[in-house]
């Protein structure tokens, strides 16, 4: 069902309720008890990956720089940047950008990971950045990058994803950052 689907002539639809019909689940991905939710469906909307990138431009648009999370976080960031007309800085997993590196890692609902930005060839001291993501689970991503962008001096303004999973405690653990979420499930 698109975006299309979900609209009617003279009605605008509530953008989380496009989000989550346009979201597959998929049980057990990556491990089992895991309910992945796949946002592949929804950036390929057209129309619904234009008002996402319109509502997370309006919460960004105070920054100088959006940061994206590798890999689905990049989507969104570069939409965002280019509506904002601002530069995108890419949140790299671990070992995929050349050193010098700023590096952390984190736990997460399902593993352990680390992320990285360069550490030479972009000044990002004082720089007020918003942080964006496709899914806020428990938080951990999220927090890395937080600390990850501190660490490199820059003035985190908030976080923006397009879905939160509200049960899984994400927003308590990033507190006091704000947290800014298309869809809440």
Request: net charge negative; hydrophobic share 50%; glycine share 10%.
């Amino acid at each position: 069902m698109g975006f299309d689907a979900v609209t009617t002539v003279g009605e605008t639809a509530d953008l989380g309720d496009v989000i989550d019909s346009l979201t597959r689940v998929v049980a057990d991905f990556p491990k089992p008890g895991v309910q992945f939710k796949d946002l592949t469906p929804l950036f390929a909307d057209r129309k619904a990956m234009i008002a996402i990138t319109d509502a997370i431009a309006g919460i960004a648009s105070s920054a100088e720089l959006v940061a994206g999370i590798d890999s689905r976080g990049f989507l969104v960031a570069a939409a965002v940047a280019a509506r904002l007309g601002t530069g995108v800085l890419a949140i790299r997993k671990g070992g995929k950008l050349p050193p010098p590196v700023h590096a952390e890692s984190y736990d997460l609902e399902y593993g352990s990971a680390t992320l990285e930005i360069p550490a030479s060839g972009i000044d990002l001291r004082h720089r007020n950045v918003m942080i964006i993501d496709d899914v806020l689970a428990t938080g951990g991503t999220l927090g890395a990058a937080a600390r990850l962008l501190q660490r490199a001096q820059c003035n985190v303004l908030g976080l923006a994803v397009v879905m939160e999973l509200a049960d899984l405690g994400g927003r308590a653990a990033l507190a006091p950052l704000p947290v800014h979420s298309l869809s809440r499930v």
